[in-house]
């Protein structure tokens, strides 16, 4: 067998067992392969795949190459995705036990940098500029609801459900693929009938049971599209920029407004569907004017 063909095998079988015995959710399990593709392109090039070759030299010299190309959370990427590869190697019998200590710790600093947040008027701007066709419009204006009013995931909107609303009770119950948790959240008026009026106006019809369809007819596959509209919808308000503007931008957003109002971070916490309060704890640093007020005075003097 060849080596391209055999890496792919290989990559497959890798990603029916983080699916299946892993239970990772569909962007960890992307994240997670496309490290493993490049670590077999790394040391085996157009060698056969001999995973017993693989050394302790090569997991740090490819781990800490990847982290020194990376900023801020994306350092830890490289080692935690090798360090779940070297697992499945060692339960398949690929690899001795043992080998998975290799991979390095890359230092990551917890809340070195702020993420990306609107002012409230940016994100009612946002809401408030159409662009497209109206059916278009329609649509991506619910999901900009989602993202500015509820905080939630790219991949949580695609796939929400129709039954997922309770109208009755002006509620909306999120599934997170990333924690395996769910969720009930209110459903604001506005969002609500942000939703109303894309179902009743813009929806295609389908067979289908997600809320959200893309223009192909078909549910979106991926939560690119999403983040993809996000972005366009930014960058139309005049004044933002950045590779970093995008859906995650409207959660980052909403959850320091939630801080700032006076959400605990429990609150606030399970709002956004976080595991740890050290997840949520960053958004303390946006509360610029609470900071201020707790701050110690300068024993320096002017200068």
Not at 150 to 163: C, H, T
Not at 272 to 295: F, N
């Amino acid at each position: 067998m060849r080596r391209a063909a055999q890496s792919e095998q290989w990559l497959t079988e890798y990603d029916q067992h983080l699916s299946r015995v892993c239970g990772s959710a569909d962007a960890t399990r992307y994240i997670q392969g496309r490290f493993a593709r490049l670590f077999i392109e790394q040391r085996f090039g157009t060698e056969v795949l001999d995973w017993s070759a693989v050394a302790a030299d090569d997991i740090v010299r490819f781990v800490t190459g990847q982290a020194a190309a990376r900023q801020g959370f994306g350092r830890k990427k490289p080692g935690n995705a090798i360090r779940s590869m070297l697992r499945f190697l060692v339960t398949s019998g690929a690899v001795a036990d043992g080998l998975q200590a290799a991979v390095p710790r890359v230092r990551q600093w917890k809340h070195a940098a702020l993420p990306r947040k609107l002012t409230p008027d940016q994100v009612e701007q946002v809401l408030a500029t159409p662009s497209g066709m109206p059916a278009t419009w329609l649509r991506n204006r619910a999901i900009l609801m989602l993202l500015a009013r509820l905080g939630l995931r790219a991949k949580e909107i695609v796939d929400l459900e129709l039954d997922a609303v309770d109208w009755s009770e002006a509620q909306i119950r999120i599934k997170s693929t990333k924690t395996h948790s769910e969720r009930v959240l209110p459903l604001a008026q506005e969002v609500g009938a942000a939703l109303v009026e894309y179902l009743q106006k813009a929806r295609p019809e389908t067979i289908s049971r997600r809320i959200f369809i893309g223009a192909s007819g078909k549910p979106f596959a991926s939560a690119s599209p999403v983040s993809a509209l996000a972005r366009r919808a930014l960058l139309r308000i005049g004044g933002l920029k950045g590779p970093r503007l995008a859906a995650h931008t409207f959660r980052h957003t909403a959850a320091s407004m939630m801080v700032q109002s006076g959400a605990t971070f429990k609150q606030t916490a399970d709002v956004l569907g976080h595991r740890s309060l050290t997840t949520t704890a960053i958004y303390a640093k946006l509360d610029v004017a609470s900071l201020a007020a707790v701050a110690l005075p300068w024993q320096g003097g002017s200068l």
